[in-house]
């Protein structure tokens, strides 16, 4: 073993000390009006040690391992397979939707009312993730306040019922117009910037958002958030046990059957479905139409594109608003499911999420973005037990992630056109 | 049609360009050469309106086109190549060609989420373009290849079809032969002839390959440290003094 890893190694068991001793080991415990500092106990400064030697044991034997984790793909016995022709694909591709989509709907009949619930979050997440893959995996802008834009979805909502008493459905193009002539706002300053600073104005318009939401008392609750946002009806007809707005019908009265709260979780359930469907399919048409294209040929080269005659301008913005407009989408539907939102559901980690979603999808894939976005919603939920240290099992696993496949879960695939000889 | 008249560029206390001034007719072949860092590459970027020229005017089919944005002069019919191949490397060969065509195609966002007649017309008839010129670059087998993955004569090659399918009337190449062996050399003499000959383009040529030029220039401009030193016929060029001390040197 080089003698520079042996150095790298003891660096980084030292630095695994420094870092986890004090934030391990010290307790601070209130007594009385003083908080006192007390000490590890012995299992607690063993455990640290423990790790300072692990961490000094992988970056020892790091390039072996390494090595060993290259190797584990090749294990995958369908990883070299011929690809299947194009035609057969498509069509089992679309069989298989068919019944993702058809076993979707079927489903929440028959599970609790709490899958169902983090099932329409899944969705949200997933109306989210397939905007913002509009803009930073095609277009290659990376946006850091995409959650700005659902928070004004979810607003508008808000908002517009409580001082109106708009319903959902109207609400719901507001909502996501709305968004998207914020998606437009935000594009024109930053109409000329790429990467990183690009990403710190974006940052910065995604705080601004939620501090105007914070601070603007009068209007929106500030961090009291607003509450009794109704939720969606089916052609005039509520969830709830008794109707709330005039000239309504209740649901279960109108069918005849006893009223279950269940009702309302599977019909919002189904609202983000289909919505999401909407999303999927909206989006994947722009892919392949022009402006797809032309989204991808910025991102790729800039100058080659401008030189060909697309207009830096209308490309970039037309990203923006395409992923504001869903974002505002899922936003209308988050108000909708919570029933009350507060500035604290739209802060920076949200953004920060749904990015990683993309990214870990796949940029630019969106069946990749999907999945991704199921195992990232899910995932924390099922490690409930573990709560404390969630974002720590989150952060390893995006690591692992990047180490063993950087191009995500399922990266884009690209369309392969017949062409016919031309004389 | 196009008519450059002193040109000037000055990048600080640098003046690149220096009161350069060049015309090119309709179907002609017009090469602009010089030692490394005389300005050619300058001149082309102000052309192209990604510079704006500091002085001077350029004048395209009798309308001024200095400092106008880059994007609207390629619309006008004046396309240009780069010194670097620069492709849209992560798409595929077809799909760099169809990106080239959106000022043809209407891009309304309806008629396309909708796929109607017109949208479905308006791409076919892209997609034929594409593959007309993908064949006549010699591309057509490999037009579901990512472009990143061509070989570089074929990226080149790719460079020009794509500026050819936007139907321009002037085509700027910025050394299209750097980087070529003495076969692809040949070839791409060929095409930029027939570019001339059979699609009526008019081509403004930067290049350090002195038989290429030689042999298919109508006319030749020389530059040195950002001043025209002289401009005329492959054989006037070859003879005159000036040009051979500072360039093409003694043989």
Redesign the interface.
């Known amino acids: 073993m080089a003698a520079h890893n042996l150095k790298h190694a003891l660096f980084c068991a030292i630095i695994t000390l420094i870092i986890a001793y004090p934030i391990l080991g010290f307790n601070l415990v209130a007594s009385g009006t003083n908080i006192i500092l007390e000490g590890a106990t012995t299992q607690t400064v063993i455990s640290v040690l423990l790790a300072a030697v692990v961490v000094f044991l992988f970056q020892l034997f790091r390039d072996n391992i390494m090595a060993l984790l290259g190797k584990a793909p090749a294990l995958n016995p369908l990883a070299n397979r011929q690809p299947m022709e194009q035609s057969r694909r498509l069509k089992l591709e679309s069989t298989i939707l068919t019944l993702i989509i058809i076993g979707a709907l079927i489903w929440p009949f028959f599970v609790s009312r709490g899958s169902v619930d983090l099932a329409t979050l899944v969705l949200i997440y997933i109306m989210l993730a397939l905007g913002l893959n509009v803009v930073v995996g095609l277009a290659g802008l990376l946006d850091l306040g995409y959650v700005a834009f659902y928070a004004v979805g979810a607003y508008t909502f808000a908002l517009l019922s409580q001082y109106y008493g708009v319903s959902f459905w109207f609400a719901l193009p507001i909502g996501a117009l709305l968004a998207a002539t914020f998606g437009l706002v935000l594009g024109f300053p930053v109409l000329r910037l790429r990467g990183d600073y690009l990403a710190i104005v974006t940052l910065g318009f995604g705080e601004i958002i939620r501090i105007l939401l914070n601070n603007m008392t009068s209007l929106t609750g500030g961090p009291n958030g607003i509450g009794g946002i109704p939720d969606p009806t089916l052609f005039g007809m509520e969830f709830g046990r008794r109707v709330k707005e005039e000239g309504n019908t209740s649901f279960h009265e109108t069918f005849g059957i006893a009223y279950s709260s269940e009702h309302k979780i599977i019909f919002l359930y189904l609202i983000a479905l289909v919505l999401a469907v909407i999303t999927a399919l ?1 989006i994947r ?2 892919m392949r ?3 797809g ?2 989204w ?2 910025l991102r ?2 800039e ?10 301008t209308s490309v970039k913005l037309s990203a923006f608003t395409i992923g504001a407009f869903f974002a505002g989408f899922a936003g209308t539907v988050f108000a909708s499911k919570q029933g009350f939102i507060s500035p604290e559901s739209f802060v920076f980690l949200e953004s920060a999420i749904v990015l990683a979603i993309v990214v870990l999808g796949g940029m630019g894939s969106q069946l990749g973005v999907i999945l991704a976005a199921i195992a990232v919603t899910i995932l924390p939920e099922l490690a409930r037990e573990f709560s404390e240290y969630r974002m720590l099992i989150f952060g390893a696993a995006m690591v692992l992630m990047m180490v063993w496949r950087p191009q995500g879960l399922m990266p884009m695939r ?4 017949e ?4 004389e | 049609m196009l008519e450059v008249q002193n040109l000037s560029m000055r990048f600080g206390g640098l003046l690149a360009v220096d009161q350069v001034s060049l015309d090119v007719q309709e179907h002609e072949i017009v090469s602009i050469i010089g030692p490394n860092g005389a300005g050619k590459t300058t001149v082309f970027n102000c052309m ?1 309106g ?1 510079y704006k020229p500091t002085g001077g005017k350029i004048l395209f089919e009798g309308n001024e086109v200095q400092g106008k ?3 609207r002069i ?2 006008l019919g004046m ?2 190549t ?1 010194q670097h191949v ?7 060969v ?2 760099n060609l ?3 065509q ?2 043809h ?1 209407n ?1 309304n ?1 309806i008629s ?2 909708l796929k109607t007649p017109g949208y479905r017309e308006r791409e076919r008839k892209s ?6 010129w ?2 006549r670059v010699g591309l ?1 087998d490999l ?2 290849r ?1 472009a990143g993955n061509l070989a570089y004569g074929q990226q080149r090659r790719l460079e020009i079809a ?2 050819m399918v ?1 139907e321009p009337k002037l085509l700027m190449l910025d050394e299209p032969a750097a980087g070529l062996n003495p076969a692809e050399t040949r070839d791409l003499n060929l095409l930029i002839v027939s570019l001339k000959e059979d699609y009526n383009v008019s081509v403004v040529l930067i290049e350090h390959d002195m038989s290429l030029v030689m042999d298919i220039s109508d006319r030749i401009n020389v530059i040195n440290q950002g001043r025209p030193l002289a401009s005329g016929t492959p054989d006037e060029i070859r003879h005159n003094d000036d040009v051979i001390k500072a360039y093409l040197g003694e043989a």
């Open positions: 909206v048409r722009l139409m022009p402006v294209r032309a991808e040929a790729e080269d100058i080659a594109a401008r030189s060909l005659g697309l207009s830096r690209r369309i392969h056109i062409l016919e000889k031309q | 192209s990604f944005p880059d994007f390629s619309r396309v240009r780069f620069r492709l849209f490397n992560r798409m595929t077809v799909e169809l990106v080239a959106h000022r195609l891009t966002l396309g989420l997609l034929d373009r594409a593959s007309y993908l064949d057509l037009a579901n990512d794509r500026c936007t």
